[in-house]
């Protein structure tokens, strides 16, 4: 069997699996990556900077689902060059980040950014008691 074919069958497996997994541990129906990166792009503004590996994992998902759009579509044959193992490595990986509770969104939702814990001012308060 060509080299290519036999990367490519693996990481298509492991992204259904993965895929899967993200559903289940996102409690969706299906395209778990895709609500993965949807949530991360809603908190984008607020933690990108406070963590480095936010924006580099948005570009890896957009990254391994094109991948796996092209083989499931058959825009491009198991025995053409995709890529290599590490994006299974990589999903591997962000599995156990997520048992782990190492992972972004996880992360994201233990920060305390200033602005929510900011006091309210003089006039807010004030305004507070008439609503």
Do not use: C
């Not at 069997?1 to 969706?28: G, P, Q």
């Not at 962000?94 to 929510?116: M, N, Q, V, W």
Request: glycine fraction near 2%; aromatic fraction near 16%; hydrophobic fraction near 35%.
């Amino acid at each position: 069997m060509h080299r290519n074919r036999i990367t490519n069958k693996n990481f298509f497996d492991e992204y259904s699996y993965f895929d899967a997994y993200l559903a289940d541990y996102l409690n969706v129906d299906e395209n778990g990556v895709t609500e993965y990166v949807k949530r991360m792009k809603l908190a984008i503004y607020e933690v990108k900077d406070e963590l480095p590996e936010w924006m580099p994992t948005i570009e890896r998902f957009e990254k391994i689902k094109a991948r796996f759009e092209s083989l499931n579509n058959a825009e491009a044959s198991f025995d053409d060059y995709q890529g290599k193992d590490e994006d299974v490595v990589w999903m591997r990986i962000f599995i156990e980040k997520i048992e782990a509770s190492a992972d972004p969104l996880t992360k994201y939702s233990k920060l305390k950014f200033t602005f929510k814990k900011r006091k309210k001012s003089l006039l807010q308060r004030f305004f507070g008691l008439f609503n």
